[in-house]
């Protein structure tokens, strides 16, 4: 089987914008294959062929289109000739060619995206299952079968399969807007990120960091797991924020209660700071109701109010176990649960505000040069770049 058949829906549903959500499917099909030997990708009538060279590795190939954003699900294939003989013959040929002592059962089910073809899709499953069966002996399970072969018949040619694979879903990388991700290092951020990436966003990342008071490993943790999402949407950017002379700042300056809150407001000007420079449209965090002091109804009001841009929180409502099934299906976890030493907790008070008031805060605020403590972080950031598949950060 040299081919490859994937498949989308959402972009099905798509108007007079179809054509350019699919033609943005093949280009990262075609990226994120650039170094396994696949020879062509192309449109078919509601659907992609990849053309597999024969040098591509099929498991690799699996791999990274099962991480493509777009792609419903996906089958390794091979071409036929449209008549029942020339498929019955094509499909006998390829399970003779396989070891199947497990199966017993099978089906068929067959698909006409030419619906002029002469026969309707259960009368080619009876066809061709009828050969099957005459020609192997298996049973026909029309429920929990075995095996299920699959069939596409096209305007000129048809494609079997026996085998397929889920896609992520969603919609391809870069059809919706750039924001601007918060990454932590912890567990939600990366799953937030992969949230808005599934949605088409181009996702940057800024991290804050309170290196050289705390150690470098969240630093060296969020580099791995922005080259883990770096697999999911081939390019991105990181922005690497020293955060520490700010908490100095505000500790020197400011009430105890509020520090955690204003941790956080500053964080999200600077994060909005970037985000204009880099053409972001909205900002993104792991925040969740009621999971710790600062992400309280109150507090998450204030730390909006410092800036203008939108502020999406796709785990507003989730526990963490479900954040943490999620992190594991992405494969984020083990990263995320390495000890490190995040810059929210240096300097954090015993009883920190979960109600704080946006005016005690303002109040607070105003013992601080806060334009000047901005400028200076933005001045001083690094900024990283990653690729895939070649994950060197530049």
């Given at each position: 089987?040299?081919?490859?058949?994937?498949?989308?829906?959402?972009?099905?549903l798509k108007g007079r914008n179809r054509p350019w959500f699919i033609n943005r499917l093949i280009s990262n099909i075609r990226a994120v294959t650039a170094d396994l030997d696949v020879v062509r990708v192309r449109p078919l009538m509601g659907r992609l062929e990849l053309a597999l060279g024969p040098k591509a590795d099929w498991d690799k190939v699996k791999q990274r289109i099962a991480s493509t954003f777009g792609v419903a699900n996906f089958s390794r294939a091979a071409r036929s000739g449209r008549s029942i003989d020339q498929l019955s013959t094509s499909i006998l040929e390829e399970l003779s060619a396989q070891s199947r002592g497990d199966v017993k059962s099978f089906r068929v089910t067959a698909r006409r995206a030419?619906?002029?073809?002469?026969?309707t899709s259960p009368e080619i499953e009876r066809e061709v299952g009828g050969h099957v069966k005459a020609a192997i002996g298996w049973n026909v399970d029309l429920v929990h079968p075995?095996?299920?072969i699959w069939i596409e018949i096209l305007s000129t040619e048809a494609f079997y399969s026996i085998d397929k694979h889920s896609g992520p879903g969603g919609l391809p990388s870069?059809?919706?807007?750039?924001?601007m991700s918060l990454l932590s290092g912890g567990i939600d951020s990366p799953v937030a990120a992969y949230r808005l990436m599934k949605r088409g966003c181009r996702v940057r990342f800024v991290h804050f960091h309170s290196y050289p008071l705390l150690s470098h490993a969240s630093i060296d943790k969020v580099r791995e797991l922005t080259q883990l999402l770096t697999g999911y949407q081939l390019k991105s950017r990181l922005y690497l924020v020293a955060f520490a002379d700010i908490q100095r700042q505000i500790?020197?300056?400011?009430?105890?209660?509020?520090?955690?809150?204003?941790?956080r407001r500053f964080m999200m000007r600077i994060a909005q700071r970037l985000a204009r420079r880099c053409r972001a449209r909205a900002l993104v965090t792991g925040e969740a109701v009621g999971q710790v002091a600062s992400q309280t109804i109150e507090n998450l009001s204030v730390i909006n109010a410092a800036v203008t841009l939108p502020v999406l929180r796709p785990l507003i409502g989730s526990d963490k176990d479900e954040i943490s099934n999620e992190s594991r299906r992405l494969g984020s976890y083990p990263v995320s649960i390495i000890p490190d030493e995040d810059c929210c907790q240096l300097f954090t008070p015993r009883h920190p505000a979960t109600k704080a008031h946006l005016d005690q805060v303002e109040a607070a605020e105003s013992q601080l040069a806060v334009d000047e403590m901005i400028t200076a972080a933005v001045h001083a950031v690094e900024v990283e770049n990653f690729s895939f598949p070649s994950h060197d950060p530049t």
């Open positions: 089987m040299d081919s490859v058949i994937v498949r989308y829906q959402e972009i099905a030419d619906k002029t073809y002469t026969l075995d095996l299920i870069g059809t919706s807007g750039p924001v500790v020197l300056s400011t009430p105890a209660p509020l520090r955690v809150v204003l941790y």
